[in-house]
């Protein structure tokens, strides 16, 4: 059985302010780029080098409506979706272009360089309801927090008590 993938991953940051457009049927379309940075050092020289790689990321819907109100220029983050390529002719030339049709978006750390932390992630996927992963992911962590303290007590015993028959 044979099956294909067109799935990209990226952490970087947005290199331009999101740009927001609306299709005749009025659903958002949010576009910006996303600069991702690879630093290797150079075996002959011993000197750092650095390459840095630009993406055209689109957001469609609730999604596109959430990165054009929290991305900023600079702001890293993670985003999540699929390769889609468009063709045209132009003065008898064809053209090609490659966009990520973004279908999950993380925002991470703050604009300049901030801590790395995860602040908030929306998937393509909310309902037009307004729910999206990041209530989810509020109610999960508050559902945590009230478990028993029973549950927990394994972090509590000795390494002698949680000897066990692994052979590692």
Known sequence: MSYD????????????????????????VTTFSLATTS??????????????????????????????????????????GQLKTQSWERDGVRH????????ELILLGGAEGGTGTREGSYSRSTSKSGYDSRKQQERDSRQADNQPQDKNQSADLSADELDDDIPF
């Open 39 to 80: 630093r290797w050092r150079d075996s002959q020289t011993q000197e750092t080098q650095e390459e840095t790689e630009w993406h055209n990321i689109v957001c469609f819907g609730r999604l596109a409506e959430i990165a054009s109100e929290y991305l900023k220029k600079g702001r890293q983050c993670y985003i999540e």
């Open 5 to 28: 993938l067109n799935k990209v991953m990226l952490i970087g940051r947005a290199g331009r302010d999101p740009e927001t457009r609306f299709t005749n049927n009025r659903v958002p």
């Open 96 to 103: 090609f272009k490659t966009d990520v049709r973004a279908n």
